[in-house]
């Protein structure tokens, strides 16, 4: 928590009562420096998160496609695209959040909760981000185009009405992934599957149903997120189940039709259902023993054993779709 001015108290500080009303009344008095201010921009931006926008390759990598560097760069300027995209999501949820995030025990150090990042400025990087991306993707298709600013709506929507709404904001986030998936493939000019949009959806409604799951465990859950309040511990049950299961089995259908194994002529690529599998059972693993994380997905990315687990499925699924072999 590096700056010139600091509006919150340490990490691991807990604040209760009148102590958070007046750290949130001391914000307001904050004259940030311009490093504290450009620290703060990037945090805001959230790159760390970025790694959700590399599903806008994956068309690129099911079509054995990467072996063409004009798609290549295509991709890649999608990827780059979504990235500014949703920096400047994250951007605008945080002003709309600022109040309720001043009273949650971790983002309360968010830069513009604790005022390193004054609101005019960020509302200054909501217009020059969006501008950014909507002149990068005037380079590529329309279609393109039209998912990312599509993208950009339903997540505006998210930010200022729908997440206040319990499954709809779940299904928001879903949504979300399956609009980088479909962006992808307009970028790169590449046929996305019916099996990539169901695997696509049933995944992030599994991550964002586990999400939620763990917020509501949370101390002052509702005071942090409205929607919590129409959750309950045992619907989130069944609601990660049926989802987490959901993707897996689609995933397996996947690998199993007749179709996909002749494309990459081959037949083992079901072999690497195994590994979702795994990441499933981790991650449910990571919301239990991690009740005091900011986020389970974040965490997830920071697990050793998921990061492997993942890993090892992206080599197995490019050396079988690649038709890799020693020489």
Known sequence: MDGDTEAAAPPGTVLDGEGVEAAASDVSSLRPGYWTILRGVVRTMRPHQWVKNLFVLAPVVF?????????????????????????????????????????????????????????????????VLLGLCIGGGLLGPWRFLAVAMGYFVLQTAYSFRLKKVAYVDVACIASGFVLRVLAGGFATKTPVSTYMILCTAFLALFLGFGKRR????????????????????????????????????????YTLDDRIQQVFNSDWLWLTTIHPLIGVARFLQLIKSRPNAESPTQEMLRDVPFVLNLVTWVIEVIVIVYRLRPT
């Open 63 to 127: 079509a054995k496609n990467l072996t063409h560097p004009s798609i290549i760069i295509s991709a890649l300027g999608a990827f780059g695209i979504f990235c500014l995209l949703a920096g400047s999501i994250y951007t605008l949820n945080d002003i709309v959040d600022v109040e309720a995030d001043r009273v949650h025990p971790v983002k309360r150090h968010r830069p513009i909760a604790a005022g390193r990042v004054p609101l005019p400025v960020a509302k200054a990087m909501v217009v």
């Open 214 to 253: 763990h917020e509501l465990l949370g101390a002052k859950a509702v005071k942090q997120r409205e929607a919590l309040k129409h959750y309950s511990l045992e619907a989130l049950f069944w609601a990660l189940a049926a989802s987490g299961v959901a993707a897996v089995v689609s995933y397996l259908f």
